[in-house]
Protein backbone atom coordinates (compact mmCIF):
# COMPACT_ATOMS: atom_id res chain seq x y z
CA UNK A 1 0.00 0.00 0.00
CA UNK A 2 1.24 3.67 -1.11
CA UNK A 3 0.97 6.21 2.00
CA UNK A 4 -1.66 8.71 2.32
CA UNK A 5 -2.42 11.76 3.41
CA UNK A 6 -5.98 12.22 4.95
CA UNK A 7 -7.98 15.49 4.96
CA UNK A 8 -10.96 15.33 7.19
CA UNK A 9 -13.26 12.41 5.62
CA UNK A 10 -10.71 12.65 1.97
CA UNK A 11 -7.76 10.48 1.55
CA UNK A 12 -5.43 11.45 -0.86
CA UNK A 13 -2.53 9.23 -2.25
CA UNK A 14 -0.13 10.45 -4.63
CA UNK A 15 0.51 8.51 -7.11
CA UNK A 16 4.05 8.97 -8.77
CA UNK A 17 4.69 8.37 -12.33
CA UNK A 18 8.70 9.22 -12.21
CA UNK A 19 10.26 11.20 -9.97
CA UNK A 20 14.48 12.44 -10.67
CA UNK A 21 16.57 14.92 -12.34
CA UNK A 22 14.60 15.50 -15.19
CA UNK A 23 14.21 19.49 -16.68
CA UNK A 24 17.57 21.72 -17.30
CA UNK A 25 17.03 24.47 -15.05
CA UNK A 26 18.03 27.16 -18.17
CA UNK A 27 15.31 25.19 -19.96
CA UNK A 28 12.38 25.96 -17.44
CA UNK A 29 13.76 29.20 -15.63
CA UNK A 30 14.63 31.81 -18.67
CA UNK A 31 15.72 34.02 -15.58
CA UNK A 32 17.90 31.36 -13.79
CA UNK A 33 21.84 32.56 -14.33
CA UNK A 34 24.71 30.75 -13.03
CA UNK A 35 26.01 32.46 -10.37
CA UNK A 36 22.08 32.05 -8.96
CA UNK A 37 22.41 28.44 -9.23
CA UNK A 38 25.56 28.14 -8.29
CA UNK A 39 24.47 30.25 -4.92
CA UNK A 40 21.86 28.30 -4.37
CA UNK A 41 23.53 24.60 -4.67
CA UNK A 42 23.85 23.79 -0.59
CA UNK A 43 20.54 23.26 -0.21
CA UNK A 44 19.18 22.00 -3.45
CA UNK A 45 21.78 19.57 -3.69
CA UNK A 46 20.63 16.40 -3.64
CA UNK A 47 16.88 16.54 -3.15
CA UNK A 48 16.11 19.53 -5.40
CA UNK A 49 18.88 19.43 -8.11
CA UNK A 50 21.58 17.69 -9.50
CA UNK A 51 24.74 20.09 -10.55
CA UNK A 52 26.68 17.79 -13.18
CA UNK A 53 23.53 17.67 -15.03
CA UNK A 54 22.08 20.72 -14.50
CA UNK A 55 18.92 19.33 -13.90
CA UNK A 56 15.95 19.79 -11.39
CA UNK A 57 14.72 17.08 -9.74
CA UNK A 58 10.79 16.93 -10.19
CA UNK A 59 8.28 14.41 -9.77
CA UNK A 60 5.66 13.70 -12.65
CA UNK A 61 2.77 12.64 -10.28
CA UNK A 62 -1.39 12.80 -10.21
CA UNK A 63 -3.22 12.05 -6.88
CA UNK A 64 -6.06 10.05 -6.32
CA UNK A 65 -8.82 11.34 -4.00
CA UNK A 66 -10.55 9.14 -1.94
CA UNK A 67 -13.92 10.83 -0.63
CA UNK A 68 -17.80 8.99 0.97
CA UNK A 69 -19.17 9.89 -2.96
CA UNK A 70 -16.21 9.51 -5.89
CA UNK A 71 -12.85 8.48 -6.49
CA UNK A 72 -11.28 10.98 -8.08
CA UNK A 73 -7.85 11.22 -10.34
CA UNK A 74 -6.70 14.50 -10.73
CA UNK A 75 -4.14 14.39 -13.65
CA UNK A 76 -3.06 11.45 -15.39
CA UNK A 77 0.74 12.01 -15.86
CA UNK A 78 3.01 11.25 -19.34
CA UNK A 79 1.28 7.77 -20.16
CA UNK A 80 2.68 5.03 -21.97
CA UNK A 81 3.75 4.21 -25.54
CA UNK A 82 3.18 8.11 -26.72
CA UNK A 83 5.00 9.55 -29.57
CA UNK A 84 7.15 12.67 -28.12
CA UNK A 85 9.87 14.55 -29.05
CA UNK A 86 11.04 14.98 -24.93
CA UNK A 87 13.02 11.66 -24.91
CA UNK A 88 11.89 11.05 -20.82
CA UNK A 89 8.12 11.20 -22.24
CA UNK A 90 8.84 9.41 -25.52
CA UNK A 91 7.20 5.94 -26.20
CA UNK A 92 7.67 5.07 -22.19
CA UNK A 93 5.89 3.08 -20.27
CA UNK A 94 5.85 3.05 -16.40
CA UNK A 95 3.96 1.41 -14.15
CA UNK A 96 1.88 3.94 -13.37
CA UNK A 97 -1.53 1.90 -13.35
CA UNK A 98 0.11 -0.57 -11.12
CA UNK A 99 1.37 1.95 -8.21
CA UNK A 100 -2.31 3.24 -8.31
CA UNK A 101 -3.42 -0.30 -7.98
CA UNK A 102 -1.49 -0.22 -4.68
CA UNK A 103 -3.82 2.72 -3.33
CA UNK A 104 -6.49 -0.07 -3.96
CA UNK A 105 -8.01 1.25 -6.99
CA UNK A 106 -8.40 -0.09 -10.30
CA UNK A 107 -9.23 2.25 -13.43
CA UNK A 108 -12.26 1.02 -13.53
CA UNK A 109 -13.22 2.50 -10.09
CA UNK A 110 -12.13 5.41 -11.00
CA UNK A 111 -15.64 7.50 -11.48
CA UNK A 112 -14.07 11.15 -12.16
CA UNK A 113 -10.50 12.32 -13.88
CA UNK A 114 -9.54 16.13 -13.21
CA UNK A 115 -7.07 17.91 -15.81
CA UNK A 116 -5.62 20.54 -13.84
CA UNK A 117 -4.58 21.62 -17.37
CA UNK A 118 -3.59 20.59 -20.65
CA UNK A 119 0.44 19.80 -20.98
CA UNK A 120 1.65 16.64 -21.62
CA UNK A 121 2.57 15.17 -18.13
CA UNK A 122 -0.60 15.79 -17.08
CA UNK A 123 -2.73 14.32 -19.46
CA UNK A 124 -0.87 11.33 -20.76
CA UNK A 125 -2.69 8.30 -19.00
CA UNK A 126 -6.15 10.22 -20.17
CA UNK A 127 -6.15 7.15 -22.90
CA UNK A 128 -4.33 4.04 -23.59
CA UNK A 129 -4.12 1.83 -27.44
CA UNK A 130 -6.16 -0.70 -27.61
CA UNK A 131 -7.79 -2.82 -30.21
CA UNK A 132 -6.25 0.11 -33.06
CA UNK A 133 -7.11 3.46 -30.89
CA UNK A 134 -6.72 5.48 -27.87
CA UNK A 135 -9.20 4.54 -25.86
CA UNK A 136 -10.03 6.12 -22.28
CA UNK A 137 -7.92 4.65 -19.51
CA UNK A 138 -11.13 4.75 -16.87
CA UNK A 139 -13.74 3.47 -18.58
CA UNK A 140 -16.37 4.63 -15.83
CA UNK A 141 -15.11 7.74 -15.36
CA UNK A 142 -16.53 11.34 -16.34
CA UNK A 143 -13.14 13.58 -17.41
CA UNK A 144 -13.67 17.04 -16.17
CA UNK A 145 -11.20 19.63 -18.11
CA UNK A 146 -11.68 23.65 -17.85
CA UNK A 147 -13.47 24.72 -20.69
CA UNK A 148 -11.21 27.27 -21.15
CA UNK A 149 -8.11 25.68 -20.97
CA UNK A 150 -9.53 22.99 -23.57
CA UNK A 151 -10.52 26.18 -26.13
CA UNK A 152 -6.97 27.31 -25.96
CA UNK A 153 -4.78 23.79 -26.62
CA UNK A 154 -7.55 22.53 -29.52
CA UNK A 155 -7.07 26.06 -31.40
CA UNK A 156 -4.43 27.07 -33.25
CA UNK A 157 -3.20 29.48 -30.39
CA UNK A 158 -2.30 26.02 -28.53
CA UNK A 159 -1.44 23.58 -31.42
CA UNK A 160 0.88 26.08 -32.42
CA UNK A 161 2.91 25.06 -28.93
CA UNK A 162 2.52 21.38 -30.01
CA UNK A 163 5.45 20.99 -32.15
CA UNK A 164 8.21 21.34 -29.10
CA UNK A 165 5.95 18.14 -27.41
CA UNK A 166 4.00 16.45 -30.04
CA UNK A 167 0.79 16.26 -30.46
CA UNK A 168 -0.95 14.96 -26.72
CA UNK A 169 -4.27 17.10 -27.71
CA UNK A 170 -4.77 14.26 -30.37
CA UNK A 171 -3.98 10.80 -28.74
CA UNK A 172 -4.96 12.03 -25.23
CA UNK A 173 -7.50 14.52 -25.33
CA UNK A 174 -9.92 14.30 -28.57
CA UNK A 175 -10.01 10.57 -28.14
CA UNK A 176 -11.91 11.14 -24.78
CA UNK A 177 -13.91 13.93 -26.11
CA UNK A 178 -15.16 11.39 -28.95
CA UNK A 179 -16.44 9.09 -26.20
CA UNK A 180 -18.88 11.51 -24.82
CA UNK A 181 -17.23 11.11 -21.47
CA UNK A 182 -15.96 14.73 -21.55
CA UNK A 183 -17.19 17.48 -19.42
CA UNK A 184 -15.83 20.92 -20.33
CA UNK A 185 -16.33 23.13 -17.24
CA UNK A 186 -15.98 26.31 -15.31
CA UNK A 187 -12.63 27.01 -14.15
CA UNK A 188 -14.27 27.06 -10.53
CA UNK A 189 -16.22 24.08 -10.69
CA UNK A 190 -17.75 22.36 -7.91
CA UNK A 191 -17.26 18.41 -7.72
CA UNK A 192 -19.06 17.39 -4.40
CA UNK A 193 -18.95 19.87 -0.90
CA UNK A 194 -15.20 18.78 -0.29
CA UNK A 195 -13.96 18.81 -3.46
CA UNK A 196 -13.40 21.71 -5.83
CA UNK A 197 -11.88 23.48 -8.42
CA UNK A 198 -10.11 27.01 -8.75
CA UNK A 199 -8.98 29.41 -11.66
CA UNK A 200 -5.23 29.66 -11.26
CA UNK A 201 -4.72 30.98 -14.80
CA UNK A 202 -1.23 32.00 -16.42
CA UNK A 203 1.06 28.87 -16.67
CA UNK A 204 -1.77 27.55 -18.94
CA UNK A 205 -5.20 29.86 -19.38
CA UNK A 206 -7.58 27.48 -17.85
CA UNK A 207 -5.67 26.00 -15.17
CA UNK A 208 -7.01 24.85 -12.03
CA UNK A 209 -6.12 24.07 -8.40
CA UNK A 210 -8.60 21.32 -7.01
CA UNK A 211 -9.30 22.12 -2.90
CA UNK A 212 -10.16 19.44 -0.50
CA UNK A 213 -11.66 20.86 2.14
CA UNK A 214 -13.46 18.33 4.80
CA UNK A 215 -14.17 18.63 8.12
CA UNK A 216 -12.63 21.71 8.63
CA UNK A 217 -8.86 20.27 7.40
CA UNK A 218 -7.73 21.61 4.16
CA UNK A 219 -5.59 21.51 1.33
CA UNK A 220 -4.93 22.37 -2.14
CA UNK A 221 -3.36 21.20 -5.33
CA UNK A 222 -1.27 23.42 -6.93
CA UNK A 223 -0.61 21.84 -10.50
CA UNK A 224 1.99 24.20 -11.94
CA UNK A 225 1.42 27.22 -10.14
CA UNK A 226 5.13 26.45 -8.82
CA UNK A 227 7.06 23.83 -10.20
CA UNK A 228 10.39 23.82 -8.08
CA UNK A 229 11.41 24.85 -4.59
CA UNK A 230 14.04 27.71 -6.17
CA UNK A 231 10.39 29.55 -7.12
CA UNK A 232 9.89 30.59 -3.42
CA UNK A 233 13.08 32.56 -3.24
CA UNK A 234 12.21 33.70 -6.73
CA UNK A 235 8.26 33.79 -7.34
CA UNK A 236 8.65 36.58 -10.08
CA UNK A 237 10.45 33.82 -12.00
CA UNK A 238 7.70 31.87 -15.13
CA UNK A 239 9.14 29.47 -16.60
CA UNK A 240 9.44 29.15 -20.70
CA UNK A 241 6.78 26.95 -20.60
CA UNK A 242 4.08 29.40 -19.20
CA UNK A 243 1.40 30.39 -21.50
CA UNK A 244 1.17 33.87 -20.00
CA UNK A 245 4.30 34.74 -17.99
CA UNK A 246 2.80 37.64 -16.55
CA UNK A 247 -0.41 36.34 -15.38
CA UNK A 248 1.90 33.35 -13.88
CA UNK A 249 3.49 35.68 -12.31
CA UNK A 250 1.23 36.96 -10.52
CA UNK A 251 -1.39 33.85 -9.82
CA UNK A 252 2.04 32.08 -8.20
CA UNK A 253 2.24 34.96 -5.81
CA UNK A 254 -1.38 35.40 -4.49
CA UNK A 255 -1.42 31.86 -4.46
CA UNK A 256 2.32 31.54 -2.09
CA UNK A 257 0.73 34.82 -0.13
CA UNK A 258 -2.47 33.25 0.21
CA UNK A 259 -1.42 29.61 1.71
CA UNK A 260 2.06 31.03 3.70
CA UNK A 261 1.73 30.87 7.19
CA UNK A 262 -1.65 28.19 6.89
CA UNK A 263 -2.47 25.16 8.19
CA UNK A 264 -3.35 24.80 4.49
CA UNK A 265 -1.71 21.92 3.35
CA UNK A 266 -0.12 22.03 -0.41
CA UNK A 267 0.59 19.87 -3.00
CA UNK A 268 2.56 21.54 -5.81
CA UNK A 269 2.49 18.67 -7.77
CA UNK A 270 6.05 18.97 -9.16
CA UNK A 271 7.54 18.94 -5.97
CA UNK A 272 9.88 16.23 -4.93
CA UNK A 273 8.28 13.63 -2.58
CA UNK A 274 6.76 13.65 -0.37
CA UNK A 275 5.17 16.81 -1.91
CA UNK A 276 2.91 17.90 0.54
CA UNK A 277 4.03 20.97 2.22
CA UNK A 278 3.43 23.98 4.35
CA UNK A 279 4.45 27.53 3.26
CA UNK A 280 5.98 29.86 4.87
CA UNK A 281 6.53 33.72 4.72
CA UNK A 282 9.88 35.09 4.85
CA UNK A 283 9.71 38.79 4.17
CA UNK A 284 8.29 39.19 0.49
CA UNK A 285 9.54 35.87 -0.23
CA UNK A 286 8.77 32.16 0.94
CA UNK A 287 10.19 29.05 2.59
CA UNK A 288 8.55 26.00 3.23
CA UNK A 289 8.48 22.59 5.19
CA UNK A 290 7.52 19.04 4.46
CA UNK A 291 4.17 18.42 5.72
CA UNK A 292 5.53 15.93 9.30
CA UNK A 293 9.24 18.16 9.20
CA UNK A 294 9.65 21.05 11.60
CA UNK A 295 12.39 22.59 9.95
CA UNK A 296 12.29 24.73 6.73
CA UNK A 297 13.91 23.82 3.66
CA UNK A 298 15.62 26.73 2.88
CA UNK A 299 18.46 27.93 5.16
CA UNK A 300 17.55 31.55 6.64
CA UNK A 301 20.64 32.91 5.04
CA UNK A 302 20.05 32.23 1.05
CA UNK A 303 17.34 34.71 1.84
CA UNK A 304 20.53 37.19 1.61
CA UNK A 305 21.61 36.36 -1.52
ZN1 LIG B 1 3.41 19.97 -15.29
Redesign the pocket.
Known amino acids: MIKKITIGDVEIYRIVEMEGPILGVFELFPDATEDIIKNHQRWMVPRFYEPDSKLLRIA ?1 QGFLLKTPRHTILVDTCSGALKKRKRPIFNMQNWPWLETLSASGVLPQGIDTVVCTHL ?1 V ?2 VGWNTVWREDHWQPTFPNAQYIISKSDYQYWDQLAGQNHLPRTGDYIEDSVHPVYDSGKLELVDDNHIIEESIRLESIPGHSPGQVAVHINSKGEKAVIG ?2 VI ?1 HPLQCLYPEWSTNFCVDKTKSRKTRREFLEKYADSDILCLP ?2 FPSPTAVFFERNGSLFNFRYKGDTESIIPKDSFMI
Open positions: INDHSDHSH
